[in-house]
């Protein structure tokens, strides 16, 4: 089946300690977006990338780093800078192409302790 | 620059009642539109989307929404609520063409159905 896996489902995190969420697609597409939810604030971009080895800051990309070494994978590091990382971290992917639909991940939810 | 208002953080319903869930949006040229679906603990699920051909635009479950330029609005309806449509719904809208497909997101209106 063709789709989006985030992985893991739960990951808990101790403060000052660097944490990498995977996210991979076997859809074939150009786009990948990763994705910060929080209680009433809907989705916030974090890093998008359009193409291999190139990817771009969201609207709160501070403390967090992203690579696209790979078509399929898009890894995010929450790294120790970022201030409040608990949430929920949704993954996408689109063709990049105009009104291309995005597919979304299960989400993973980090809680730091 | 581009924004989504969801007016209504919570809406309650009652069983085989209509939904109405309403989107806003800002958008300094012509926008694509976007309604999400999302169950607890999961992915974001596409309703339906509108990208300038029939304003009214049909998506799964039985819902649709209606592009009205003049309102700047993009309002989901279902005709008659099933206990399943429980969830959260986001309005999304893509407008800026120089920043491929960035999706600017709505806070999210949750459905509570009752029985």
């Known amino acids: 089946d063709g789709g989006i896996t985030q992985s893991p489902k739960y990951l808990f995190r101790k403060e000052g300690q660097n944490v990498t969420l995977s996210c991979e697609q076997n859809?074939?597409?150009?786009?990948m977006y990763w994705y910060r939810q929080d209680p009433g604030q809907g989705l916030r971009l974090i890093y998008y990338?359009?193409?291999?080895?190139?990817?771009q800051k969201g609207d709160i990309a501070e403390g967090y780093s992203v690579s696209r070494e790979k078509k399929e994978s898009f890894p995010l590091t929450v790294t120790s800078a970022q201030k409040n990382p608990t949430a929920f971290y949704l993954c996408?992917?689109?063709?990049?192409?105009?009104?291309?639909?995005?597919?979304f991940g299960p989400g993973t939810r980090l809680t730091v302790l | 620059a581009q924004s989504v208002t969801q007016l209504g953080s919570h809406v309650s319903v009652s069983e085989g009642a209509l939904v109405l869930l309403r989107c806003n949006y800002s958008?300094?040229?012509?926008?694509?539109l976007f309604w999400y679906v999302q169950y607890p603990n999961q992915g974001l699920q596409l309703l339906l989307k509108?990208?300038?051909?029939?304003?009214l635009v049909k998506g799964i479950n039985g819902f649709e929404a209606e592009f009205k330029k003049s309102e700047t609005s993009f309002h989901l309806t279902k005709p008659s609520a099933h206990m399943s449509d429980a969830a959260e719904y986001f309005c999304?809208?893509?407008?800026?063409?120089?920043?491929?497909?960035?999706?600017?997101f709505g806070g999210g209106t949750r459905v509570l159905v009752k029985p």
């Open positions: 996408a992917s689109s063709l990049n192409r105009g009104a291309d639909t995005q597919y």
């Open positions: 859809l074939n597409h150009d786009a």
């Open positions: 990338s359009q193409i291999v080895n190139d990817f």
């Open positions: 958008s300094s040229v012509p926008p694509y």
């Open positions: 509108y990208t300038s051909a029939a304003t």
């Open positions: 999304a809208v893509s407008a800026d063409k120089a920043a491929g497909n960035k999706l600017t």
